[in-house]
């Protein structure tokens, strides 16, 4: 069963572009950022239009470029966000988060990473 919401592999090209930026930005600057190749300024309207119909990103103002004015997009979630989204759409519900935590943890073998968690837990205690 396909996600609806997810993102396809363009898509997430584009959000790793605004995630790593830091701030809005214009097709024109993703364009001008380098990190796509062979891509046209149709082909990424689309793309775009294809996010924010998804509520990844969001427009967030205007910008004048010459005589003509521009949306600036940004992301509408974080990557954790989005990782989350991932998870529940594959089925990981309430049930199992504590299950992948401890999973997650394991994997990177950070005790760091156990004790931001433990800090977590307290807080929402």
Known sequence: MKNKNLLTAAEM???????????????????????????SSGYLHNVLRSMLKKEAIRVNGMVQNNTQYARMFEPNLTKEEYAARMAMSVGIDEKSIAHVAVAMARETGSDELIDALEKIIEKLK
Request: glycine residues 12%; hydrophobic residues 35%; proline residues 4%.
């Open 13 to 39: 090209e584009i959000m790793e572009i605004l995630w790593q930026n830091g701030h809005p930005m214009s097709s024109n600057d993703i364009l001008k950022s380098g990190k796509i190749e062979g891509w």
